[in-house]
């Protein structure tokens, strides 16, 4: 099967401009993830969708992170403005949803990241 | 609130030789899944392996199994016959169910050089 698919792998900005990253998940699959790596720490879990509805944005910086998912399909997250500690690495993921009987049981894939760099 | 502790940040293992990785967790929660990912250079994460809390059997994939002690919270990895291909970063994952969906929290990760 396809895997999950973002667009661009690099990108390299001002402070202060705006920058959009876009991912599509894998066909089906409900859950959709917006992560953001900075070097050496794990995954910090900035926006998740349930088919094109939010369910998690407490770790979104709001004044200046925006995600949409349109059609619960392809989803952008833009940053406006940009600041230095911006500068990390930005991973999609999607899961299928197994209901509450979980079944599957949830497996998240990911794509490749978007690496970002703010000078 | 849930959290995942890798505490050791990097490591090494000889080629051929046996490597654990250790991850603990805290949750009041009965039902949830915990994963190890490898994250290489090329930074796509890569599912090893997955354990489900409400089996009391240790999940294997080849080289690599885990040591699942639930009452401890406590999640290792063991990677078998070390290959130059293991080096990168594992995370530790942890899975639970909300009302309508999954969520999903990440250890700090622990990064692993696998030596000639």
């Known amino acids: 099967e396809a895997g999950v698919a973002q667009s661009p792998r690099y990108k390299i900005i001002e402070k202060r401009q705006s920058v959009a990253f876009w991912c599509n998940p894998i066909?089906?699959?409900?859950?959709l993830y917006w992560y953001q790596q900075i070097l050496g720490q794990g995954p910090k879990l900035l926006i998740q969708f349930q088919n094109n509805g939010v369910v998690d944005d407490s770790q979104l910086p709001k004044d200046r992170f925006s995600a949409e998912r349109l059609k619960g399909v392809d989803s952008t997250l833009k940053i406006q403005p940009a600041k230095l500690e911006d500068s990390a690495v930005y991973l999609c993921?999607?899961?299928?949803?197994?209901?509450?009987?979980?079944?599957?049981?949830?497996?998240?894939?990911f794509g490749q990241g978007t690496r970002l760099t703010v000078v | 609130a849930q959290t995942v502790t890798q505490s050791q940040p990097e490591m090494s293992v000889q080629e051929a030789e046996t490597v654990t990785l250790s991850c603990t967790y805290d949750t009041s929660e009965s039902n949830y899944y915990l994963f190890w990912y490898k994250q290489p250079p090329s930074r796509q994460m890569i599912l090893v392996i997955r354990q489900e809390a409400y089996k009391q059997q240790n999940a294997t994939e080849n080289r690599f199994s885990v040591n699942f002690q639930k009452a401890a919270k406590s999640f290792s990895l063991k990677i078998s016959d070390s290959q130059l291909g293991d080096t990168a970063m594992y995370f530790c994952?942890?899975?639970?169910?909300?009302?309508?969906?999954?969520?999903?929290?990440f250890g700090p990760g622990t990064s692993l050089s696998v030596i000639p």
């Open positions: 993921a999607s899961s299928p949803w197994g209901g509450p009987d979980r079944v599957p049981p949830g497996k998240a894939f």
């Open positions: 994952a942890f899975m639970f169910p909300q009302t309508s969906y999954d969520k999903v929290i």
């Open positions: 066909s089906g699959h409900a859950t």
